[in-house]
């Protein structure tokens, strides 16, 4: 009754429509962020795959490469991790992050620049070195590590390495950032070392700030004790798991609930959010429904439709998705929105959806690298720069780190986004057995032609010792030749009187066959 009232009077906590959805199962773990639910993100862990991305480990360097200004460093893995020379130095500040100057009296006397020319000499081959994974195995290529080490907590982000101190710029308020950088010049902080406020920092008090930054110190002096005392590779800090990640990174403020369906993740949920907020552990609830709670909040379905390489848009246009080796490209089609008279409006409207769209996509997938979109030409300057204040906006609740530019004269946006592991796609799906991957295999009428090419070879250069051949070859190539290509097949016994006869293999692969001696069952080569 009194959080009715308050809801009336406007003085509850609003609702934001934002849900979390946990589902453990015994191979997989998933975390669904849903707005008023509709499927914004997607998390999944499984048991047979480590997430390594911001583990911490005592490494030993093994080569030098001064061409490509890199090394390489085992860590304990099959291939070992690539170091560039300029990720061997302290790093400025990200974009995103607001400088803010050292409080109480800390001595700010300028240490000497270390530059990339020092990085072979201050780490020679055969010399430990404590790195962090930036970016996991992707593909063919190795881990890509770190010297900048950074530790997340709740609230803040320890650097042991650099002194520089920020606060998150996505906290837009002027008075809330302020009362913030008093904050953080009043933490005692290590000489030396440097922290970042997060957004989710945003409101709190400052004693969980001063929790916080304790919690970190400790992490660290752990790493620290195993660099001395483990001998090189070595793990010193791991990742923490799904369930630790989503307390930390996703419960916030605007989260509404989060639902789970296991017991013991569940009560662990509810000890970890009670440690931070026990009016928070209320949002905490337990599913016990016997529909799986993915199907029951309408999870399931979405990310079926999600996932399609072609992606239908509310007002009936639709964006086609590849994904290459090199880039992302993306093609914005106006398909059934046919729109009113005005053309113009009905390209844009399509435009800003897609643009939505694509941001969702980026997240919901994990795509990263380059990103090409390809718009549908828009004449007016001032619809592309609405769409490109669209794609701007949407990217804001984007965790990766984004580039985005401004729409070519061509009708192309490029952006870049942080890639620290592989997309969605690559990690639940294999090439194709049939086609490798490329999404094509041959026709029957292509095979037809190469085969009738490869017997023309075979006959005529076994005249005079071959007159019986046997062919097999896939269902769909028989159909072929027996109700399309017969006339050919005859001509070429005619041509070099021999006799051919042809076996359907249902286990072939559609662009093989196989020409052998009907008499001997040798095998020809053509």
């Known amino acids: 009754m009194i ?16 849900k979390l959805i946990v589902n453990c199962e015994r191979l997989e773990k998933r975390v669904a962020l849903l707005e008023d639910n509709r499927l914004e993100e997607l998390t999944t862990e499984r048991e047979s795959d480590r997430n390594i991305v911001g583990a911490i480990y005592k490494g030993k360097v093994r080569n030098i490469e001064p061409g490509i200004k890199a090394m390489f460093v085992d860590i304990g893995f099959e291939k070992n991790a690539f170091l560039q ?36 000499n201050i780490y020679p081959v055969g010399s430990d070195i404590l790195v962090q994974v930036k970016k996991g195995p992707i593909g063919t290529k190795g881990p890509r590590i770190t010297t900048d080490v950074s530790l997340a907590g709740r609230y803040l982000v320890l650097m042991p390495f650099n002194e520089q101190c920020g606060i998150s710029r996505k906290i837009d308020d002027p008075k809330e950032r302020e009362r913030l950088r008093k904050i953080l010049q009043e933490l ?28 970190l110190l400790e992490q660290w002096a752990e790493i620290q004790r195993g ?37 013991k993740a569940f009560e662990r949920m509810q000890n970890l959010v009670g440690q931070i907020s026990k009016r928070a552990r209320k949002r905490v609830q337990l599913y ?40 992302i490209a993306v093609d914005v089609n106006t398909g059934r929105n046919k729109g009113s008279k005005d053309m113009e409006k009905t390209i844009l ?63 192309l946006m490029e952006m870049t986004r942080q890639r620290a592991a592989e997309s969605l796609a690559s990690t639940q799906f294999v090439p194709c057995p049939h086609c490798g991957g490329k999404g094509v295999i041959k026709s029957p009428m292509t095979m037809s032609v190469e085969l009738q090419r490869a ?34 097949l005859v001509d070429i016994e005619r041509r070099y009187a021999g006799r051919l006869s042809f076996r359907a293999d249902p286990t072939f692969h559609p662009e093989k066959f196989v020409i052998t001696n009907a008499v001997t069952g040798a095998e020809i080569k053509a």
Not at 247 to 255: E, G, H, Q, Y
Request: proline share 4%; hydrophobic share 35%.
């Open 85 to 120: 020379f300029w990720d061997a130095i302290p790093a400025a500040l990200d974009s995103g992050v607001e400088a803010v100057s050292r409080g109480g009296g800390k001595n700010n006397q300028k240490k000497q620049k270390i530059t990339h020319k020092d990085v072979p």
């Open 349 to 411: 409207q399509t435009n800003l959806e897609a643009a939505d769209e694509i941001c969702r996509q980026m997240r919901l997938r994990n795509i990263g690298g380059i990103i090409i979109a390809d718009f549908i030409d828009m004449k007016s300057r001032k619809d592309q720069q609405s769409v490109y204040q669209r794609i701007k906006e949407r990217l804001k609740r984007d965790k990766a780190r984004t580039h985005v530019l401004p729409i070519s004269q061509l009708g």
């Open 288 to 327: 016990t429904g016997t529909q799986p709670i993915f199907d029951c909040f309408g999870v399931q379905s979405q990310i079926d439709a999600a996932f399609h390489r072609q992606v239908w848009l509310p007002c009936g246009g639709y964006i086609v998705i590849d994904e290459t080796e090199a880039l």
């Open 3 to 18: 959080e009715t009232v308050k809801r009336i009077l406007g003085l509850g906590k609003k609702t934001t429509g934002i």
């Open 188 to 215: 005692d902080i290590p000489e030396g070392m440097g922290v970042i406020m997060r957004t989710v920092g945003q409101g709190q008090r400052a004693r969980y700030f001063v929790r916080d930054l304790s919690l």
């Open 227 to 263: 660099m001395e005392e483990l001998p090189a590779p070595a793990c010193l800090y791991a990742e923490s798991d799904l369930i630790d990640r989503t307390v930390r990174d996703f419960l916030t403020d605007d989260v509404d609930s989060i639902m789970v369906d296991d017991q």
């Open 455 to 488: 017997l023309h070879t075979v006959m005529r250069q076994n005249q005079e010792s071959v007159h019986e051949i046997k062919v097999i070859v896939h269902p769909d190539l028989l159909n072929r030749l027996r109700n399309e290509d017969e006339e050919h």
